[in-house]
């Protein structure tokens, strides 16, 4: 008996730790429509080593995204990396994409971003491809209340941009 547990056990062992190797690359954004400030408000939540290593691929080895060594070219790039990859389309109508800023939380960087000028909302296409470029089994979900309502994206490399109909 106690030989079949130890079979069983150095059987089961190499499976488990090929799922612990494995990386989950995944990103959240909330969107919510303010009818009172007319906009909607984004946040999206990125893995501090994911974004960190996606900057350094692209702009500069040196990139630091740890709050006590950032400098102002480091938080310069994370801003323009975010308005190049998060497009949105507001009833048929791109919008602009106001960066607002970002804020450290354990091992997450928060981006604020703001889209002004939307009254009614009645389609929202959102274009997330933040981390796409090196991480192909990226799902970046997207999650949008407006009123009442609430209806979640699921983005990733085959399918980057989503269309929500709140008709």
């Known amino acids: 008996m106690k030989g079949i547990r130890i079979i069983a056990f150095l059987l089961v062992l190499p499976l488990l730790s090929a799922v612990s190797v494995h990386k989950f690359y995944v990103s959240i954004t909330k969107i919510e429509h303010s009818e009172e400030d007319e906009s909607l408000q984004i946040i999206s939540k990125l893995f501090i080593d994911d974004i960190e290593d996606v900057l350094q691929a692209r702009y500069s080895a040196d990139i630091s995204l740890d709050p006590e060594k ?55 296409e959102i274009e997330n491809k933040m981390l796409m470029e090196l991480f192909e089994d990226q799902q970046n979900i997207i999650h949008v209340k407006r009123k009442k309502k609430r209806k979640t994206l699921v983005l990733d490399i085959d399918n980057p941009k989503g269309l929500l109909n709140f008709i």
């Not at 048929?92 to 091992?107: A, F, I, K, Q």
């Open 70 to 124: 950032e400098t102002a070219k480091d938080a310069r790039y994370l801003r323009e990396y975010v308005l190049q990859k998060l497009k949105v389309e507001v009833n048929g109508t791109p919008m602009e994409v106001e960066y607002l800023g970002r804020e450290y939380e354990n091992d997450v960087v928060k981006v604020y971003v703001e889209v002004m000028g939307v009254k009614d909302l009645r389609t929202l």
